[in-house]
């Protein structure tokens, strides 16, 4: 979250000088591993296992380098891989280029059965982009591994600093020992949330550092069964950085203080950008007549089919006027519009900050920021949602996975004449089952001996069934659409000459819930 590094710049450039510049550089930027180690020794059943990891060790520490604030951290891994399969799945490696100032150092190695260690070639270290709107990775893997080898490898980077955190110390694979650590100047204190059985944090101070470890032995692999929360259910801890002693005994990063941030953010109108506002709004047309969700579903199919959200955006003016002239903006730009439509139809909303519940999980007793990754608006005249970053799906249809779990919803509120964001932690449900639905009516008619039949085929189309294909259909030119049309109904009707193929409900703004989409071939 953009504004997350901002604050913290904030609440760091405001400290005393005499807190600057004294501290040395971090030592964890000469980590290095044991050169001459020796191969684990393992129990019977350990060494019987497909894969195993016998250490997984995480450092971080938070310092003052040349009067910048910036965060080093390593991640070092050994694992025992028995398999083929073992052997592929550990041997790709990826690091993570996202707020990467430098890549410090990056080494790896094996060491086989009878003792022989393969180093890795450092030319084989590539950047990769998945594509032009991801950020950058460094992948790399270990020539010539051998079952029964150990693959060791640990990197070091130097980042911006984070606000917040998490440590897992559970896998697929059983963990021999996993320590965390994480260190930070003696003003600056962390917080933490653990789950599952991570052990308590234990926090020390040495040499005018906060010292916070945990180490646990011998963990149990948790598999990823099918429509299991695997994440959730991880040995896991969640951390933020919640005091500056300098400053205050205050929490910091708290819900108020996102609330306050995103409303600064997106409330702020210069002059230029309230009449662009004003005349693409005056362009929709939107009648007095009619009720609010028909107002709601013209503006969200329009931004949607005419904006775009580019997250590597790298200028960041997110003025309206810019973005309505651009075509595109970042995430917090296209929010930032869609409110501002809002506001000109008095469409009474809530901006809603929540997480993937596969991916995150949103616990309302710990305040990180860490759960504030996705944005829904919540509409308290028909008790429903919009997704403002999913152009397939259309109101009140939303991701699945960002329902049945909690959200920070942020409600305006006026006192005294001062305007902001109040926050409050609600549950979001899930759709109603009976709301989607993908149903077939079949008449057969045998003809010609019965070598043949005519088929009279119905499908119908309800919910998150019929939801990526409603928003594209009517954008489908018309002499293209039976075709398309054949390509949805081929694979129940193979072999087929299809005499008549039609499809009704797929204008963009009918509401799924209530209505289907109907085809008819």
Excluded at 264 to 283: M, N, P, R
């Amino acid at each position: 979250m953009k504004s997350s590094i901002l604050l913290l710049t904030i609440h760091l450039i405001l400290l005393p000088l005499s807190l600057t510049g004294q501290e040395k550089k971090s030592k964890l930027a000469d980590y290095n591993w044991e050169e001459n180690r020796p191969r684990y020794t393992l129990t019977t059943d350990e060494e019987n296992l497909p894969s195993f990891v016998l250490l997984n060790k995480t450092v971080s520490e938070y310092i003052f380098e040349n009067n910048a604030f910036v965060q080093y951290s390593v991640d070092h891994m050994i694992l025992r891989v028995n398999t083929d399969e073992a052997i592929v799945g550990a041997n790709k490696i990826s690091i993570s280029m996202v707020n990467t100032i430098e890549v410090v150092n990056i080494k790896a190695r094996a060491i086989s059965k009878d003792g022989k260690r393969i180093n890795l070639d450092k030319n084989n270290i590539k950047e990769i982009k998945e594509d032009e709107n991801s950020s950058a990775s460094k992948i790399f893997a270990i020539e010539g591994i051998e079952k029964g080898s150990e693959i060791e490898y640990f990197y070091v980077k130097k980042t911006l600093p984070s606000i917040y955190g998490f440590d897992v110390f559970q896998f697929s694979s059983p963990v021999k020992e996993a320590i965390f650590q994480l260190l930070s100047p003696e003003h600056l204190t962390f917080k933490f949330k653990c789950y599952n059985g991570y052990p308590m944090v234990k926090d020390s101070t040495f040499d005018g550092k906060n010292i916070y470890t945990a180490h646990l032995r011998n963990i149990p692999e948790l598999k990823d069964e099918p429509s299991s929360n695997y994440r959730k259910n991880q040995i896991r801890m969640e951390y933020k950085l919640a005091v500056n002693k300098a400053k205050s005994m205050k929490e910091m990063y708290t819900w108020n203080d996102i609330a306050q941030s995103q409303y600064q953010e997106l409330f702020t109108y210069s002059g230029k950008e309230t009449k662009a506002i004003q005349k693409l709004f005056g362009d929709l047309k939107l009648k007095t007549t009619d009720f609010e969700p028909e107002k709601i579903k013209t503006i969200e199919n329009f931004v949607k089919t005419n904006f775009i959200i580019q997250e590597i955006y790298k200028n960041d003016d997110n003025s309206l006027d810019k973005i309505i002239h651009n075509k595109f903006a970042n995430k917090s730009g296209i929010i930032k519009l869609y409110i501002a439509l809002f506001s000109q139809a008095k469409i009474e909303n809530q901006l809603v900050l929540t997480s993937e519940r596969d991916h995150i999980y949103f616990d309302d007793t710990f305040e990180s920021w860490r759960f504030l990754n996705n944005y829904l608006f919540y509409f308290p005249g028909t008790d429903k949602y919009l997704s403002p970053e999913e152009p397939a799906l259309r109101y009140p249809i939303i991701p699945h996975n960002l329902t049945y779990v909690n959200g920070l919803f942020l409600k305006i509120i006026n006192i005294g004449g001062y305007e902001s964001f109040i926050p409050s932690v609600k549950f979001i449900p899930p759709l109603d089952y009976k709301s989607s639905s993908h149903n077939i009516d079949a008449e057969i008619e045998f003809i010609k001996d019965m070598s043949e039949l005519k088929l009279k085929l119905s499908c119908t189309f309800r919910g998150y069934y019929g939801a990526y294909t409603q928003p594209y259909y009517s954008l489908i030119p018309d002499d293209k659409k039976v075709k398309a049309l054949e390509d949805m109904v081929k694979d129940m009707t193979k072999d087929t000459k299809f005499i008549k193929l039609y499809a009704e409900n797929t204008d963009p703004n009918i509401n799924l819930i209530e209505k289907t989409i109907y085809y008819l071939c």
